[in-house]
């Protein structure tokens, strides 16, 4: 009998650090969301305090840095300069799957619906959307639910659903392949040009 209280009293003891560390990841998670919210907003400010406000000036704090861009790439970046965060200004642009970071950490962006699908399907993260932030008929906040990061406040949705949303508001997905420690990352922002939360 006593054996049994202790297995008993093991599981409990290992179902409570197993929440404990889901809250920790959770907290981790909202840490990372409030650094990068701050930070584009800092980005919004520094734009309009020196570009005075015009769209399309092109202020040198926002010159264009980008590599591996198209033509398309490009004129988008130039269209939205001053409404684009500096690190998407700056990336490294993919395309396809097969196209892949030169180092560790460094700060990539697509609008590619393969290489965001591709980036979340080897982190095993879903699609998923902050439920009561839609706007009409289209998802609100997009996000992606990663396995063991206390998504239960997530809702879930298809491809689809994600990429129309995504497309609809002009979005840049910004994301690290791997940390500089060589670590693989789940770091991602997603850059607004009308600069509503993605």
Do not use: C
């Amino acid at each position: 009998m006593a054996t049994k209280d202790k297995e008993a009293e093991k599981e409990k003891h290992t179902a409570k650090e197993k929440d404990q560390h889901k809250e920790k990841d959770t907290h981790k998670v909202k840490m990372h969301e409030d650094h990068a919210a701050k930070a584009k907003e800092n980005d919004k400010h520094d734009s309009k305090a020196k570009s005075g406000n015009h769209k399309g000036t092109g202020s040198k704090d926002h010159e264009l840095k980008g590599t591996n861009l198209t033509k398309e790439d490009r004129k988008f970046l130039e269209e939205h300069s001053d409404e684009l965060s500096k690190s998407t200004m700056r990336a490294r642009w993919l395309h396809s799957a097969d196209e892949h970071e030169e180092r560790k950490g460094q700060t990539l962006a697509t609008r590619s619906h393969e290489v965001i699908q591709h980036w979340a399907e080897e982190r095993q993260a879903e699609p998923a959307t902050v439920p009561n932030t839609e706007h009409g008929d289209h998802l609100g906040v997009l996000r992606f639910n990663f396995p063991g990061y206390g998504g239960r406040s997530l809702e879930t949705v298809s491809w689809d659903e994600w990429f129309k949303t995504f497309d609809d508001r002009e979005l840049v997905f910004i994301f690290q392949e791997h940390k500089r420690d060589g670590q693989q990352s789940n770091f991602f922002i997603l850059d607004n040009p009308n600069r509503e939360d993605g």
